[in-house]
């Protein structure tokens, strides 16, 4: 029994062993995270404890966990596994993200606990914690994209490769907020590419540039990495490209490192996982400096029940209705008078009568 995104990286493996000559893969995850803490000197983070959401991501974890140097196995505890309760009921990323809800088992945990969901399948990860007034605090798809792109970001520079010489993009959906995306192109000056939800539209896009940071906002997602960029980079590593020394080559086996352990297949909660583990280190951050980026703006997200879901048609990568006709425009009044920073859109579900309901604004009211 394994996770979703280690079956897709077992049939990557055997469709392309020369790319992938390690067929084990919690063993390639571990040896990995292991390397790459090895090379910074940040100090230890508190212990993080995984929710694995009652499914799969529990074996997924135990078959890492068992290939890691004890010391560091011992600075993740699982909790939720299959036997403990039902799939995804008051547990798992979706639960934490959507409903805003701690996970079952979570609810006694101290202030400031470092906590992770993954879904039942092991592909989404949403990191979490509590403030001392109770407040749920949440690092979702787009915390997971903004801290991914900052540490590469530090990499290039460290390395000596120029902006001009690659081209670099976050991908994401309707559902980032609006938040992020300021950060993403005011603060770190990378395009935020929006394309439609689903996972398999945002590899698409990714996949056209050197560097394609795509997350859901749910928290599915990781890093493409164009053959180009990775040659240029092995080059540096290998002192044979560029014209830094030792400070340059470091910085790019270590970039070259965290590429090999970010899976590529599909999205891996567990790679993921193990990378914000050691981007915090390698950054000096701790979730409070992660919180910091920016402050997301207050949004809601509904479900509403219809007759038919292919009475609603949209366009503009599912932000814009043009069926049924007069929709949008109450749309529209609705976001006039939100104010400033507000925006809304309806959509419908791919798989069953139901269209959801988004909405963004500067304030908790407003958006509500």
Known sequence: VTSTPHLH?????????????????????ANRFASLRDLVDGPALPALHIDAACGVGAFAW?????????????????HNAPEDGVLNEMVGADYVKARRQIPRGFEAFPAG????????DADRLVYFTTTSTGELVTFDGDRLAALFA?????????????????????????YSNGANTSYVTEKLGLPAVCVKTGVKHLQAAAKTYDIGVYFEANGHGTVEFSGRFLDELRGIAEGEAGSGGDDHRAAARRLLMVTSLLDNAI????????????????LEWDLKAWAGLYTDLPNRLDAVRVRDRGDFETVMEGRKLVKPEGLQERIDGCVREAGAGGRCFVR?????????????????????
């Open 267 to 282: 999205g891996d909660a567990l790679a993921d996982l193990l990378c914000v583990e050691y981007m915090l280190v390698a």
């Open 113 to 120: 606990t470092r906590c992770a969901s993954l879904d039942g």
């Open 150 to 174: 900052t540490y590469i970001l530090r990499e290039l520079s460290q390395a000596g490769i120029s902006s001009n010489t690659y081209r670099m993009a976050i991908i994401q959906t309707a």
């Open 348 to 368: 419908p579900s791919g798989t069953e009568d139901v269209v959801r309901v988004y909405a963004e604004a500067s304030c908790r009211e407003a958006a509500a």
């Open 9 to 29: 990286r077992a049939v990557q493996a055997l469709n392309s062993p020369d790319l992938y000559p390690d067929r084990d893969y919690p063993t390639h995850l």
């Open 62 to 78: 135990g078959h890492v966990a068992r290939m890691l140097p004890a010391e560091m196995a011992g600075k993740f505890v699982l």
